[in-house]
């Protein structure tokens, strides 16, 4: 059954993504060194339990979640929707918000050595905040478009949508290095929003209900997360209202998801899924 929905998933992303190449076109990495053209072993997929619901704001378009000092820090999207948010996890109250300007779509963040980086979707401009009250400090440019926003400490993590994750130095904003993301040998398109959670990276895939687990020193697919029917009997627009949104406290060991438009945000446990 776990093989089924990890071919089910793979058919789902690599064919309808947009501009994907047909699966033969994807390059097949080799298990182990020495041996090219041999497709990765199967991943473990992982299930959830619901410890906790929260309310959410069904009119935020959620593009980036992080949870930083006791709060949940979001950014919403759209033009003339964006903004920067602080809200309370437990009544889902914005106790801070600052608009983006209409010009741009807002899009991932994450919060590095007491500032804020927020990633714009097409304007190839993002913004620095500082946390307190929002005031912006600066603003830096990038290549492509950008999607999701990550760090490990000490570098950014950037998603475009693409297989591509970019790994950015903070100071200079220069690429350092970049992974393809890729499952069982194959590239997966529409990387989304991101975090970085006990070494690895977490990724939503765009309009799919299932969250990666990327090693971030090689991109390989460490795990799959299937999260259908967290929110599916409720959503207003299957097409829109996706699921985008991952935080996690480090402190407490938690892990948050929610979606674009959802009035709730989840405290889940995984759980490893029956083959």
């Known amino acids: 059954m776990k093989k089924l929905w990890v071919a089910i998933f793979l058919s789902t992303v690599l064919l309808s993504s947009p501009g994907a190449p047909p699966p033969d ?17 199967p991943v473990p997929v992982w299930t959830y339990e619901i410890l906790n619901a929260y309310p959410h704001d069904p009119s935020a378009y959620t593009q980036g979640l992080v949870y930083w000092d006791g709060a949940l820090f979001e950014s919403t999207g759209l033009y003339g929707q964006s903004s920067l948010r602080r809200v309370d996890l437990t009544t889902g109250k914005i106790l801070k918000e600052a608009p983006v300007s209409a010009d741009y779509f807002a899009e991932g963040i994450t919060i590095l050595k007491g500032r804020i980086y927020q990633l714009t979707w097409v304007e190839r401009q993002g913004f620095i905040y500082e946390p307190g009250g929002f005031f912006v400090v600066g ?22 949508g693409t297989s591509q994750i970019r790994f950015i130095n903070p100071d200079s904003f220069m690429t350092e290095r970049t992974i393809s993301v890729s499952l069982e040998g194959r590239r997966v398109s529409n990387v989304n929003e991101l975090e970085y959670i006990k070494g690895e990276i977490f990724s939503n895939v765009w309009q799919t209900d299932t969250i990666l687990r990327i090693n971030p020193e090689t991109g390989r697919v460490t795990g799959l997360i299937d999260l259908t029917g967290l929110l599916s009997a409720i959503r207003a627009d299957p097409g829109n209202d996706v699921l985008n949104g991952i935080a996690y406290d480090e402190k407490g060991d938690r892990i948050f998801v929610t979606g674009k438009r959802w009035p709730r945000l989840f405290h889940i446990r995984l759980k490893k899924k029956r083959s």
């Open 25 to 41: 076109a994807f390059p097949r990495l080799p298990a182990r060194s020495g041996e090219p053209g041999t497709i990765e072993a």
């Open 139 to 160: 603003k830096f440019n990038y290549e492509g478009e950008g999607w999701g926003l990550t760090n490990d400490g000490r570098s950014l993590i950037m998603s475009d």
